[in-house]
Structures are given as C-alpha cells and as structure tokens.
C-alpha cells in the first residue's frame, strides 16, 4: 500500500517547465539565437536554471553569464508572478488522494513556497516536507535530495512513490532505489514522447492526475 507520496515541482505541482524554457528562449532571440522554448524544455526540464545557464554559455560562448542569467531571471519573475498555474487536475487529486506529501525539487524553498501560495496548494504541503537542492550537497540527478526525505521521515521506499516530470528527475529517485512515476500532464511535455522517462527508469508514465488517481487505486 503507498502511504507516501513525494512529488517534484516544477512541471509535477506547477506549470513552469515551459515557461522558464520561453524565459530563455526569449533572451537568446535577443542575441540573435533561435532555440525553441519546446526544444530548451525537452532538454533541460528538471535542471537548475544556473546549470541550464551554465551549459547553453558554453553551448553558444556567451561570455557574461551573470548578466544571461539575470536577463532570464527577470522575465521569468514576470511569468511567475503573472501566468504561474498549477498542473491540470492536481488540486482534486491533493483533495481526494490520503497519503503524505512530500516535495523534493531543484528549485529553491522560497521560491517553492510562493509558488503554492500563489496557486493556492499550500495547505496540502508542510513546510518541513519540503525538500530542495539548499538541503544536500548535489542537486538531482543525485540522489541526494530524495534519500535525505527518506531518512529524515523514516520512510519505507516499499511504500512510497515519487512523481517526476525530467530526465533527471527520474535519475535521481531511481538511483535512490526509489520507484518512480513519469507524469507529462504539463504543458512541456505536448506532442512528446514519454520514452525518455521510461528509459531514464520511470516504472510507469501518467498523462493526467485523473490517470494517476486511477492508478494508485490498483496498487
């Protein structure tokens, strides 16, 4: 019986994986580079937006990332603030499902709980079940951050499931012996393929919360 539930962020809880890849995209057309918001996203969800910052300067030698990183920060704080959204479904999914929540994520424990504020879902989260990179030593795709929530909450890996959205996402829980779920009901993931998360370890792939909730029923 699954008693525990641990959930990534962005993309999983909330709708920002494309946003964040639209924020990029964005400051690139800016200098005259052309890379799809979809095409940043299928790449890069589930990584830090320093690391994904990180790989496109060195990608197409931009030489002041500080200042790439800002200009992308700044229009992704228009978009949080203005257009963030939850993932379809997941507010009645929260209301129906009695497990426990957890959040084990890459992004950063403000920015996560402003963002549920926003949405309207953190009454379903405690503070002190969520986890984040500012936590351990290694963000995802180490196992870090999911064997720190397993350790902290004496938690039985035989009764729990992590919902992950990336690549790296997957990797990270599964090498916590974790058994995973690949959701791709966000945005980011239309007209793609799950292959990628089941490759990466993902046990099963959902494309809704209706989906998932059926699921877990069975299991």
Request: glycine residues 6%.
């Given at each position: 019986m699954i008693k525990n539930l641990?959930?990534?962020?962005?993309?999983?809880?909330?709708?920002?994986?494309l946003l964040a890849a639209k924020s990029f995209s964005i400051v690139l057309k800016n200098m005259d580079i052309i890379y799809s918001?979809?095409?940043?996203?299928?790449?890069?969800?589930?990584h830090k937006m320093?690391?994904?910052?990180e790989d496109?300067?060195?990608?197409?030698?931009?030489?002041?990332?500080?200042?790439?990183?800002?200009k992308v920060m700044k229009i992704m704080n228009n978009?949080?603030?203005?257009?963030?959204?939850?993932?379809?479904?997941?507010?009645?999914?929260?209301?129906?499902?009695?497990?426990?929540?957890?959040?084990?994520?890459?992004?950063?424990?403000?920015?996560?709980?402003k963002g549920l504020e926003k949405v309207k879902l953190d009454h379903f989260f405690d503070k002190s079940k969520i986890y984040t990179f500012e936590h351990v030593l290694r963000p995802k795709p180490y196992p870090d951050v999911y064997l720190k929530v397993i350790n902290d909450n004496n938690l039985k890996k035989e009764e729990?499931?992590?919902?992950?959205?990336?690549?790296?996402?997957?990797?990270?829980?599964?090498?916590?012996?974790?058994?995973v779920v690949g959701i791709t009901a966000a945005s980011h993931w239309n007209n793609r393929s799950p292959q990628?998360?089941?490759?990466?370890?993902?046990?099963?792939?959902?494309?809704?919360?209706?989906?998932?909730?059926?699921?877990?029923?069975k299991v």
């Open positions: 641990i959930f990534d962020f962005d993309g999983v809880i909330v709708d920002t994986e918001a979809e095409d940043i996203a299928e790449k890069f969800s589930g320093i690391q994904v910052t496109l300067s060195k990608i197409y030698k931009i030489g002041d990332k500080k200042i790439f990183l800002a978009y949080y603030k203005n257009d963030l959204t939850y993932v379809e479904k997941i507010n009645h999914f929260l209301n129906s499902i009695k497990c426990n929540f957890f959040i084990c994520s890459n992004s950063g424990s403000q920015r996560i709980i729990t499931l992590v919902l992950e959205d990336s690549i790296a996402g997957v990797k990270a829980a599964v090498s916590a012996n974790l058994n990628s998360l089941l490759d990466a370890g993902a046990f099963k792939i959902v494309n809704s919360y209706v989906n998932f909730e059926n699921f877990l029923k």
